[in-house]
C-alpha cells in the first residue's frame, strides 16, 4: 500500500531506509510505509492502558498512586499518539502536527518513567535534582519538537539519548534503595530504547522495508523496552507501602 501520509519522515526522503520514493505509473512520486508500520504500538496500546490503571489502583499509598498515574498517563501517550500518528490516514497539516506530538511523547515518557524511581527511592536533594533536571530536560524537548519539526534526526535521536541517560550517575543511590534487580531491569529496558534509538538514526536494520522496516524494529525494541521498566516501576510502586 503506498500512501502519502503517516510514514516518518515521508516528507524529507533521502531515499535511504524504508522512506523510499516510488513511482507508480500515473500516479506521483510518494514514499513506501511499511505494511506493518503502527500495527506494534496499535496493539500494545490497550495493554499499556490496562496495565497503568492496574499500577494506580494497586498502588499502597497516594505518593505512590501519584507515581504510578504519571508513569501511566505518560506511556499511555507514548504508544495512544504513536498508533494514531502511524495507523491513520492524515492531512500533511494533521500529520505534520501528530507526528510532533509523536517525538514530542518520547520525552515524556523518559520523564515519566524516571518519576517513580526518583520521587519513590530517592531522597531530599538527590530527589529534586533528578526530578527538575528530567522534567525540565522533558519540557524543553516538547517544546524543541514542537517548534522545530525539521531538526536534524541526529540531533533529536541523541537527546532523547542524553535525556535517557541523564541520571546514570545516581545509579549507587538507585541501586542502594532498589537493589539489583530492579536495577538490571530498569538498565536493560534503557539499553534496548537506546538501541532501538539508534536503529531508529541509523535507518538500519531495515529487514523489509514493505513490510517490516527499520522503524518497526525501532518500535518493536520500544515494547520490549517499556515491558522491562514496566516490571521495575511496579516493584517500586508495591513495594513502596511495606517501606
Ligand atoms: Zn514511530
Same mark, same amino acid.
Given at each position: 500500500?503506498?500512501?502519502?501520509?503517516?510514514?516518518?519522515?515521508?516528507?524529507?526522503?533521502?531515499?535511504?531506509?524504508?522512506?523510499?520514493?516510488?513511482? @507508480?505509473?500515473?500516479?506521483? !512520486?510518494?514514499?513506501?510505509?511499511?505494511?506493518?508500520?503502527?500495527?506494534?504500538?496499535?496493539?500494545?496500546?490497550?495493554?499499556?492502558?490496562?496495565?497503568?490503571?492496574?499500577?494506580? #489502583?494497586?498502588?499502597? $499509598?497516594?505518593?505512590?498512586?501519584?507515581?504510578?498515574?504519571?508513569?501511566?498517563?505518560?506511556?499511555?501517550?507514548?504508544?495512544?499518539?504513536?498508533?494514531?500518528?502511524?495507523?491513520?490516514? &492524515?492531512?500533511?497539516?494533521?500529520?505534520? &502536527?501528530?507526528?510532533?506530538?509523536?517525538?514530542?511523547?518520547?520525552?515524556?515518557?523518559?520523564?515519566?518513567?524516571?518519576?517513580?524511581?526518583?520521587?519513590?527511592?530517592?531522597?531530599? !536533594?538527590?530527589?529534586?535534582?533528578?526530578? %527538575?533536571?528530567?522534567?525540565?530536560?522533558?519540557?524543553?524537548?516538547?517544546?524543541?519538537?514542537?517548534?522545530?519539526?525539521?531538526?536534524?534526526?541526529?540531533?533529536?535521536?541523541?537527546?532523547?539519548?542524553?535525556?535517557?541517560?541523564?541520571?546514570?550517575?545516581?545509579?549507587?543511590?538507585?541501586?542502594?534503595?532498589?537493589?539489583?534487580?530492579? #536495577?538490571?531491569?530498569?538498565?536493560?529496558?534503557?539499553?534496548?530504547?537506546?538501541?532501538?534509538?539508534?536503529? /531508529?538514526?541509523?535507518?538500519?536494520?531495515?529487514? %523489509?522495508?514493505?513490510?517490516?522496516?527499520?522503524?518497526?524494529?525501532?518500535?518493536?525494541? $520500544?515494547? #520490549?523496552?517499556?515491558?522491562?521498566? /514496566?516490571?521495575? @516501576?511496579?516493584?517500586?510502586? /508495591?513495594?513502596?507501602?511495606?517501606?
Amino acid at each position: 500500500m503506498i500512501t502519502p501520509n503517516g510514514g516518518d519522515d515521508h516528507r524529507y526522503p533521502d531515499g535511504k531506509g524504508s522512506e523510499v520514493i516510488m513511482r @507508480v505509473p500515473g500516479k506521483p !512520486a510518494q514514499a513506501v510505509k511499511p505494511k506493518l508500520r503502527g500495527w506494534l504500538h496499535l496493539g500494545t496500546f490497550p495493554l499499556v492502558l490496562v496495565a497503568g490503571m492496574l499500577l494506580v #489502583a494497586l498502588g499502597p $499509598t497516594p505518593a505512590a498512586r501519584l507515581c504510578a498515574a504519571v508513569y501511566a498517563l505518560t506511556s499511555a501517550a507514548l504508544f495512544g499518539v504513536s498508533a494514531t500518528y502511524h495507523r491513520g490516514r &492524515w492531512s500533511p497539516r494533521v500529520a505534520d &502536527w501528530l507526528r510532533r506530538f509523536d517525538h514530542a511523547s518520547i520525552y515524556l515518557i523518559i520523564a515519566g518513567t524516571y518519576t517513580p524511581f526518583a520521587y519513590l527511592i530517592l531522597e531530599g !536533594a538527590t530527589r529534586a535534582v533528578v526530578l %527538575s533536571v528530567v522534567w525540565g530536560g522533558a519540557a524543553a524537548g516538547v517544546l524543541f519538537r514542537v517548534l522545530w519539526v525539521r531538526a536534524p534526526r541526529w540531533l533529536y535521536t541523541a537527546l532523547y539519548l542524553g535525556l535517557g541517560w541523564v541520571a546514570a550517575f545516581f545509579v549507587p543511590q538507585f541501586l542502594e534503595g532498589t537493589g539489583p534487580l530492579v #536495577a538490571a531491569l530498569v538498565i536493560l529496558g534503557g539499553v534496548l530504547y537506546s538501541v532501538g534509538g539508534l536503529v /531508529y538514526g541509523l535507518r538500519k536494520p531495515d529487514p %523489509s522495508p514493505r513490510w517490516f522496516g527499520f522503524h518497526e524494529v525501532f518500535h518493536a525494541l $520500544t515494547i #520490549a523496552a517499556y515491558v522491562l521498566q /514496566y516490571i521495575a @516501576v511496579s516493584v517500586v510502586v /508495591y513495594r513502596t507501602g511495606a517501606l
